[in-house]
């Protein structure tokens, strides 16, 4: 029924795949999240000691200084963000400097234009950079990020 498969071939396969999954790889902080629920009758929020679900861990646990200069300094995976928004509302063409006849026909490109806390080559953020901002015990609406460090911080909607 099952076919074997043999050592060498699961040996490359490992290597191969171990080498994609951490080319570029940088360290993730902890999501924040403390509580544990169980999923099964009854329902409910339950101790966390044994039940292997994110609240009972607590790996890099976020962590940031104020650089004093507008900047924040995640000191888990070394990324400096902008402290607090201009109060102004952005779209991505706005953002990123793309021309787009509709939605940014000046080709306005508001961060590359910032000059922050000496740097002058800021950008968006990707996806995997802007997640890990997120601290997933801070219930909704949010803001879900930490207020201290990042002031006036709006909800995702």
Request: one cysteine or more.
């Amino acid at each position: 029924m099952f076919k074997r498969i043999p050592f060498l071939f699961i040996f490359v396969f490992l290597f191969m795949f171990s080498g994609a999954v951490f080319a570029g790889a940088f360290k993730l902080p902890d999501t924040g999240q403390t509580k544990c629920y169980q999923t099964v009758p009854p329902f409910g929020q339950i101790a966390c000691a044994g039940t292997g679900q994110d609240g009972e861990y607590n790996i890099n646990p976020m962590s940031y200084t104020d650089n004093g200069n507008g900047t924040v300094t995640d000191n888990v995976t070394g990324f400096m963000w902008q402290k607090q928004d201009d109060g102004n509302v952005y779209n991505w063409y706005q953002a990123t400097g793309t021309y787009d006849a509709t939605y940014n026909p000046t080709t306005q490109d508001v961060c590359s234009s910032l000059n922050l806390g000496g740097h002058s080559d800021w950008r968006l953020p990707s996806r995997k950079e802007l997640i890990t901002l997120v601290d997933y015990s801070i219930p909704w609406p949010g803001p879900a990020t930490n207020i201290t460090y990042f002031p006036n911080a709006k909800s995702y909607y």
